[in-house]
Structure formats: structure tokens, C-alpha cells
């Protein structure tokens, strides 16, 4: 009897225990984030875990200019009395403004003003994915940033890597802000050829795609051209004043999910649209099946972050750099190399 009794007891206070470690995981986000089980392998430059902010970082609320939706984002005002560069980091692909970002302690440290804008979330959906709504989301957070913080309008930055990357080229093209700098890591540039890339490799992007632009089981080809920059109008006489720069892992496309051409292929655009007749400015049919076909620098153009320079091609205030790497941002040489310009 007495041995039923403590069977009984040892089965209470078991229960008891696991609902009060459930509780505790289930309010703590980090811990969570750090024992749930993954739908597939974490993607470091598209990772969507949950993770807890610095206390420093603020989630504040922004009316949107064109719809009154609410957009939020994380957010660190100078604690400088004077003015401070404001960097605006854009999320990836799949994350949202909650997403990992290893800029923002940067900026913290730096005492910069920060601002990880959630534009329309994760690229799923017809009002994300560089949608017009979606560009404006970035405008109003730069407003936000600006009427909030001690933001030195002269010294605005955007940078994102992957659909980070594809969203600040995006913003080149259409913000209303002046902007000093634009910074984009493994961009995707063109829809239409990343759908056909994405299915080839089976990966989730394919349907990704079609939910940002296809009621239907078929790629909306019209839509998937009006939200990818390389098929937008370019705002040349921005360049007179404004920089940017691109850059992309020579071995994206291979083991990353942006092939290199995307990059290659809008900078070329952009020469076109600036009308530069200068052909060894372009990158050639040639370089480009070399750097596709050896994965190696092409000369001797020195090195970023300790990574060798595969292609550097440069007219003005625009760059392309082709770097030994995968599908990632350099992010600490990324930051110094807007903030020192």
C-alpha cells in the first residue's frame, strides 16, 4: 500500500515538473528557438529563429503612408547629443524584422542609429516581395528614424543581404529618401529567372515566388517582371551622388541559392542604362562563363575581409565585386566600408 502510495506521489510531482519546464520554454523565446525541432537546415543569411533583442533595441509602431497599416520594426536611437549616420538593415527572404541581425550590436557599439524595418514581412505574400507597399514600408521607417533619433540625413545607409540584398537594390531604384549609400550581399535582381533557378533545385523559393506574384499554380510572369529591379527603369542621376555597390559570393548558385548571375547581369544593365560605351567596364560574356565554369579570380584585385577578389568592375559611384565566398554579407567590412566612405 505504502509503495502504491509513493508511485502515486513520484507520478504527481513528475507531471508537476514537466508543465513547469514546459511553462518556462515556452515563455522564454531563446530557449525555444533554440529546442524546437527545424523544418530544414538553419540558412545563416535566411534564418528565421526566434531570438531575444538587446534591451537596447526598441520594437516601435509605424503608420503606413499609403495604407494606415501598422508597420513595426526594431529600432535604436543614437544615445549620441550629436548627429549620427542612421543604417538601415533590411531582413531577409524569409525572416520578418524580428530576425537575427549581426549589424545591429554592431551599430549598437558604434553608437549609430539602427532601424530593421519589417516591410511587409517574409517574401510569401502579393504585398511583400518589393511591392510597392512594401517600399514605401522602408520610406516611412527612414522618416520614423529621422524624426526620432539625432539622424544626420547626409549620412543614411541601407544594406541587406540575399532578399535583404534584392530589397536594397530595390531601394536604389524607387526610395524617395536620400540615401548616401546603398550596400547589397547575394541579391536577387530577377524573379523570373530565380523561380526557374529555385524549381531546378527544388528548393521552397519556387513557391515562394508564386505566392508573391500567382494566384494560381502558374508563374504570373508580368507581376514576377514588376517586382525585379533588372526590369525597372534606372534612376541614373541618383548616381551622381549616391553610391552602390554589389557584391556576391563566387560560389553562390552552387552552394548558396543565388547564382552570381544575378548580380552580374543587373550591374551590366545599369552600365546600359547609364549609357557607357567603355566595353571593358561591362563584365563579358566571357568573364562570366569564366567565373561560372573555374569559381577563381580572374587577375589580381586584391582582397576584402581576408577574401580574395574574384572580379571587381567600377564606373563612378557603382560597383560590382565578386569575392571568394558563398551565399553571404561580409558584415563587418559591409558596415565600415558605408559608414567610412
Same mark, same amino acid.
Given at each position: 500500500m505504502q509503495n502504491k502510495l509513493w508511485r502515486t506521489i513520484t507520478?504527481? !510531482?513528475?507531471?508537476?515538473?514537466?508543465? @513547469?519546464? @514546459?511553462?518556462?520554454?515556452? +515563455?522564454? %523565446?531563446?530557449?525555444?528557438?533554440? !529546442? +524546437?525541432?527545424?523544418?530544414?537546415?538553419?540558412? #545563416?543569411?535566411?534564418?528565421?529563429?526566434?531570438?531575444?533583442?538587446?534591451?537596447d533595441f526598441q520594437i516601435v509602431e509605424i503608420n503606413s503612408s499609403i495604407d494606415n497599416e501598422i508597420?513595426?520594426? *526594431?529600432?535604436?536611437? =543614437? #544615445?549620441?547629443?550629436? !548627429?549620427?549616420?542612421?543604417?538601415? $538593415?533590411?531582413? =531577409?527572404? $524569409? @525572416?520578418?524584422?524580428?530576425? =537575427?541581425?549581426? !549589424?545591429?550590436?554592431?551599430c549598437r557599439q558604434k553608437n549609430v542609429s539602427y532601424i530593421h524595418p519589417n516591410f511587409r514581412g517574409a517574401n510569401k505574400t502579393i504585398s511583400a516581395c518589393c511591392s510597392e507597399l512594401a517600399l514605401a514600408d522602408i520610406d516611412d521607417a527612414i522618416s520614423f528614424a529621422i524624426k526620432n533619433s539625432k539622424v544626420d540625413t547626409s549620412r543614411i545607409y541601407v544594406i541587406g543581404v540575399s532578399g535583404g540584398g534584392y530589397a536594397t537594390i530595390s531601394s536604389f531604384m524607387k526610395l524617395k529618401h536620400t540615401v548616401k549609400a546603398f550596400s547589397a550581399w547575394a541579391s536577387i535582381t530577377d524573379l523570373p529567372a530565380w523561380y526557374r533557378e529555385s524549381k531546378v533545385r527544388q528548393n521552397k523559393y519556387a513557391g515562394d515566388i508564386l505566392n508573391c506574384t500567382s494566384p494560381g499554380e502558374e508563374l504570373n510572369l508580368e507581376i514576377a517582371k514588376q517586382k525585379s529591379p533588372i526590369y525597372w527603369p534606372t534612376p541614373t542621376d541618383k548616381l551622381n551622388d549616391t553610391k552602390l555597390s554589389i557584391h556576391a559570393g563566387i560560389y553562390d548558385g552552387i552552394q548558396g541559392s543565388v547564382p552570381i548571375t544575378h548580380s552580374i547581369n543587373f550591374y551590366n544593365k545599369v552600365l546600359k542604362d547609364l549609357s557607357v560605351t567603355d566595353s571593358s567596364? *561591362?563584365? $563579358? $560574356?566571357?568573364? %562570366?562563363?569564366?567565373?561560372?565554369?573555374?569559381?577563381?579570380?580572374?587577375?589580381?584585385?586584391?582582397?576584402?575581409?581576408?577574401?580574395?577578389?574574384?572580379?571587381? #568592375?567600377?564606373?563612378?559611384?557603382?560597383?560590382?565585386?565578386?569575392f571568394e565566398g558563398n551565399h553571404e554579407m561580409l558584415t563587418e567590412y559591409a558596415l565600415n566600408e558605408i559608414l567610412n566612405q
Amino acid at each position: 500500500m505504502q509503495n502504491k502510495l509513493w508511485r502515486t506521489i513520484t507520478i504527481i !510531482l513528475t507531471l508537476l515538473i514537466g508543465i @513547469g519546464i @514546459g511553462i518556462f520554454i515556452n +515563455k522564454n %523565446k531563446s530557449m525555444w528557438s533554440f !529546442l +524546437k525541432p527545424e523544418s530544414g537546415p538553419v540558412i #545563416k543569411f535566411d534564418d528565421t529563429r526566434e531570438i531575444t533583442w538587446n534591451e537596447d533595441f526598441q520594437i516601435v509602431e509605424i503608420n503606413s503612408s499609403i495604407d494606415n497599416e501598422i508597420q513595426q520594426a *526594431y529600432f535604436y536611437p =543614437t #544615445k549620441s547629443k550629436e !548627429l549620427q549616420p542612421l543604417i538601415v $538593415s533590411l531582413h =531577409t527572404w $524569409s @525572416g520578418d524584422f524580428t530576425q =537575427t541581425d549581426e !549589424l545591429a550590436d554592431m551599430c549598437r557599439q558604434k553608437n549609430v542609429s539602427y532601424i530593421h524595418p519589417n516591410f511587409r514581412g517574409a517574401n510569401k505574400t502579393i504585398s511583400a516581395c518589393c511591392s510597392e507597399l512594401a517600399l514605401a514600408d522602408i520610406d516611412d521607417a527612414i522618416s520614423f528614424a529621422i524624426k526620432n533619433s539625432k539622424v544626420d540625413t547626409s549620412r543614411i545607409y541601407v544594406i541587406g543581404v540575399s532578399g535583404g540584398g534584392y530589397a536594397t537594390i530595390s531601394s536604389f531604384m524607387k526610395l524617395k529618401h536620400t540615401v548616401k549609400a546603398f550596400s547589397a550581399w547575394a541579391s536577387i535582381t530577377d524573379l523570373p529567372a530565380w523561380y526557374r533557378e529555385s524549381k531546378v533545385r527544388q528548393n521552397k523559393y519556387a513557391g515562394d515566388i508564386l505566392n508573391c506574384t500567382s494566384p494560381g499554380e502558374e508563374l504570373n510572369l508580368e507581376i514576377a517582371k514588376q517586382k525585379s529591379p533588372i526590369y525597372w527603369p534606372t534612376p541614373t542621376d541618383k548616381l551622381n551622388d549616391t553610391k552602390l555597390s554589389i557584391h556576391a559570393g563566387i560560389y553562390d548558385g552552387i552552394q548558396g541559392s543565388v547564382p552570381i548571375t544575378h548580380s552580374i547581369n543587373f550591374y551590366n544593365k545599369v552600365l546600359k542604362d547609364l549609357s557607357v560605351t567603355d566595353s571593358s567596364k *561591362y563584365v $563579358s $560574356s566571357k568573364e %562570366k562563363l569564366k567565373l561560372l565554369e573555374f569559381r577563381e579570380p580572374l587577375g589580381d584585385f586584391g582582397s576584402i575581409a581576408g577574401r580574395k577578389i574574384c572580379l571587381k #568592375k567600377e564606373v563612378g559611384n557603382f560597383s560590382l565585386t565578386i569575392f571568394e565566398g558563398n551565399h553571404e554579407m561580409l558584415t563587418e567590412y559591409a558596415l565600415n566600408e558605408i559608414l567610412n566612405q
